[in-house]
């Protein structure tokens, strides 16, 4: 098969891999018809997260067709169009029955936080990602979903992990009737999480990011105000002027790890593959809500130190929530958004390319080019 495959620091290209192949009897191997970029894979690209290997492919935005399934899988059978969460877990242990499906304890035993996440080094379990031909999918009666007939292929693409984490998000801001909400970042994540603060009751949702062509995009979509922050000497400043002085009510960061990676992160990456990221985001978030307001983090943060304003957020009485988003948990009441007509999620989408572009795709992503905000990876059907 073809499949994107990691090469180094800034180095993807497509090669010939071999079709990946049942390994457990609740395995299935799906064939890839839609695959997406999404920003956290940009800390691979730019060789930033520990444990990134040569080879690797890349993906945990994926949607295909059931090719195989293992002899134990019930719920799922060949020829079946499937979404496949980012999350790959047990659905069985202590975690998993408690909906926390993002920290299960039994599919990644390189790490005691999160559980595992398809393409995303073996920090995460070591699984192939979805940016190829075909994918192994454990745990096949647990992840997978049937895609209902009537939903879009690039809706449920996106919902396999993007529009969830917005939605999740906004969820976690614990978001009540006629708050202000302010959402760093206007990247997917950061669009849906201000798109659905509405659907949560936010009486105003305020973007903050420094790219105009993002920012238009959630006015456009998300319906909100926007904050160019490079226009401003403070943006905090700013902020706590837009609401009386006193902060908003809740404040989502949907940055985290800069994408691009501060100074520190570069001059250590060759050696100490570390990325935990510039707190820059974080403490905006801590200084501009209000006290006794709501942080939700959405950005991926790695494991190196932070210097995050913590005794700030504890003298403030803030509540901080944070996780990796539980993917299916979010799934029915989004679903019931999209058919109602709330929703239309590939309006983000703003470049479509075949795998053999990938490499481009990256590129374009990476130095946001061309007004790129979402790129799907497009395949031959079969």
Request: glycine letters at 10%; hydrophobic letters at 40%.
């Amino acid at each position: 098969m073809k499949a994107m495959v990691y090469r180094g620091p800034y180095k993807v290209r497509v090669e010939e891999k071999d079709i990946p192949r049942i390994e457990h009897p609740n395995d299935a191997i799906v064939r890839v018809t839609k695959a997406a970029i999404c920003g956290s894979d940009l800390h691979l690209y730019h060789g930033l997260m520990p444990d990134t290997r040569i080879g690797t492919t890349f993906g945990h935005e994926f949607i295909g067709v059931v090719h195989e399934v293992g002899p134990s899988v019930e719920n799922l059978k060949v020829g079946d169009r499937v979404m496949v969460p980012f999350n790959v877990y047990c659905g069985s242990c202590f975690f998993c029955a408690r909906g926390l499906y993002s920290n299960c304890h039994n599919v990644n035993p390189n790490a005691t936080a999160v559980g595992g996440i398809y393409g995303y080094s073996h920090t995460c379990g070591g699984y192939d990602g979805g940016q190829a031909e075909f994918v192994r999918v454990p745990f096949a009666d647990v992840g997978p979903s049937v895609i209902p007939d009537w939903l879009d292929d690039e809706d449920a693409l996106v919902m396999t992990d993007a529009l969830s984490t917005g939605y999740f998000g906004a969820q976690l801001g614990d978001i009540r009737e006629g708050d202000t909400v302010v959402v760093f970042g206007a990247g997917p994540v950061g669009l849906y999480a201000a798109r659905s603060a509405w659907f949560m009751g936010a009486g105003r949702v305020i973007v903050v990011d420094h790219l105009e062509y993002r920012l238009a995009k959630a006015r456009e979509f998300a319906h909100a105000e926007t904050i160019d922050f490079a226009e401003h000497d403070d943006i905090v400043v700013t902020l706590k002027r837009a609401t009386d002085h006193l902060g908003a009510d809740v404040v989502i960061d949907a940055v985290g790890a800069e994408a691009d990676g501060n100074l520190l992160q570069h001059i250590t990456a060759a050696k100490l593959k570390l990325q935990g990221g510039s707190p820059v985001a974080l403490n905006w978030a801590i200084d501009s809500v209000r006290k006794g307001g709501t942080v939700s983090v959405m950005g991926a943060y790695g494991p190196l130190f932070s210097a995050v304003k913590f005794g700030d957020a504890m003298n403030k009485g803030l509540t901080l929530r944070m996780n990796q988003c539980p993917v299916k948990r979010q799934w029915p009441r989004l679903l019931e958004h999209i058919r109602n007509g709330h929703l239309k999620p590939n309006q983000i989408i703003t470049h479509r390319i075949p795998l053999e572009h990938i490499a481009e795709g990256y590129h374009m992503f990476s130095a946001k080019l061309d007004g790129n905000i979402k790129t799907v990876i497009e395949f031959d059907a079969a």
